[in-house]
């Protein structure tokens, strides 16, 4: 199988930073996305990694550990409007994206 | 303006009836596929098309068809839909074979009673 995990819910306060954890199976991994989506609209593109390290892109940061099987998304200074679902998806082979269930991500006050 | 167009967005059908969801990209994307997202299960994928003429069962086809007849829609089947097939449906486009990103439509919430 092609297993990717990651937690269903997180509570964040605004202003601080946030990590959201994925794992996923190794076999034929060939690349990891990260994508938001807010309550009944599309899923949008985050990050894209395919080699270890970390990826800034403003306040959204993405890493990849390869051998591990696992990836994060880093959220800095966070804002009401970052409360979403983000979306974990690994891409196995040529052809096939699988995503995760999705983490509920809460932002208060 | 580069975009996936699904229609329609909503849907309240009766069980049995035949139904096609439309979907069309404009970005001359090659890879088109069909997921469906329900409650603590995520996005799950119906079937892809690699290119024209070309298509492929994902994880859950049942109950499903998909053409190709042209590189920019993809339409969506249910031949008989089932109260089972309720659920928020997204077509998604990419560029090609390969990890690219995926663009995708704004979805359409489907009800089969």
């Known amino acids: 199988g092609q297993n990717i995990d990651q937690p269903t819910e997180m509570t964040a306060t605004e202003g601080a930073i946030v990590q959201i954890n994925c794992t996923y199976q190794t076999s034929g991994f060939n690349g990891l996305f990260w994508y938001q989506q807010h309550a009944g609209e599309a899923p949008t593109f985050l990050s894209y990694n395919v080699l270890d390290g970390l990826e800034e892109k403003g306040r959204f940061s993405s890493f990849l550990s390869r051998s591990k099987g696992y990836s994060y998304l880093l959220l800095k200074e966070l804002q009401m409007k970052d409360s979403a679902s983000y979306l974990c998806a690994a891409f196995f082979g040529n052809e096939k994206l699988t995503f995760g269930t999705g983490t509920r991500l809460t932002i208060i006050p | 303006e580069a975009q996936v167009t699904q229609n329609p967005r909503y849907l309240i059908t009766v069980t049995g009836k035949k139904l096609t969801v439309t979907c069309s990209q404009n970005m001359n994307h090659e890879y088109m596929s069909w997921y469906r997202q329900d409650p603590g299960l995520g996005l799950r994928q119906i079937y892809y098309s690699m290119n024209v003429e070309v298509t492929d069962k994902g994880d859950v086809p049942e109950g499903y068809k998909v053409s190709r007849k042209e590189k920019r829609n993809f339409p969506l089947i249910l031949e008989s839909p089932s109260p089972n097939q309720t659920s928020l449906y997204f077509c998604?486009?990419?560029?090609?074979?390969?990890?690219?990103?995926?663009?995708f439509g704004q979805g359409t919430r489907l009800t089969v009673v």
């Open positions: 998604a486009s990419s560029l090609g074979r390969g990890p690219t990103e995926a663009f």
